[in-house]
């Protein structure tokens, strides 16, 4: 092995066995091998609902309101959908990102909401052709399509709420009606 191999090697191995955001990640990608097609779905789905979560909660005032935003019966911000959308509003996402996060989160919905239903079959096989994936990659089974796009979107999102956490914003005294004039 050369050198620059090994220490590409070594170096990996020390993110994936030391950072706790590749830990969790790698923890899921051994869970995926043993999964059946709607365990697959459902597990990177909720995957990516918990990063885009912790994505927002970095990014919002820490505070009452910003936690009833997220967490809760009903919170606004509750839902996949919802997420996607206000990570997307607020540019905590890109255009590509959440296109992605939308068709991973239809798959996710169709596993969900359909008793027979596969990667192979009908409209989740439909939505996987969709992918974003790079032209090496769009061949092959569609459960590892969908794989492989969602490891893409998640390695993107890792460490986005460390980086957003950088940026998040802070609340701005406002003037009042009185001390405007009105």
Known sequence: MSD???????ARDEIWDKDPHYKALYSVLEQLKS??????????????????RDVLAAFLIENESARALLVGFNAPLGTLSTKIAACHAFGLIADDEMRECHLLRRV???????????????SVKDLCKNLNLPPADKDGATKWRFIKAALLVLMHLVTRPKEVAEKRITFTEWRTRKEKGV
């Open 4 to 10: 620059s191999l090994e220490a590409y090697t070594i």
């Open 35 to 52: 999964e059946t097609d709607r365990g697959v779905a459902l597990i990177v789905t909720s995957l990516i609902d918990k990063l885009l």
């Open 108 to 122: 996710r919905n169709a596993f969900a909401h359909e008793i027979e239903v596969t990667f192979e079959k009908g």
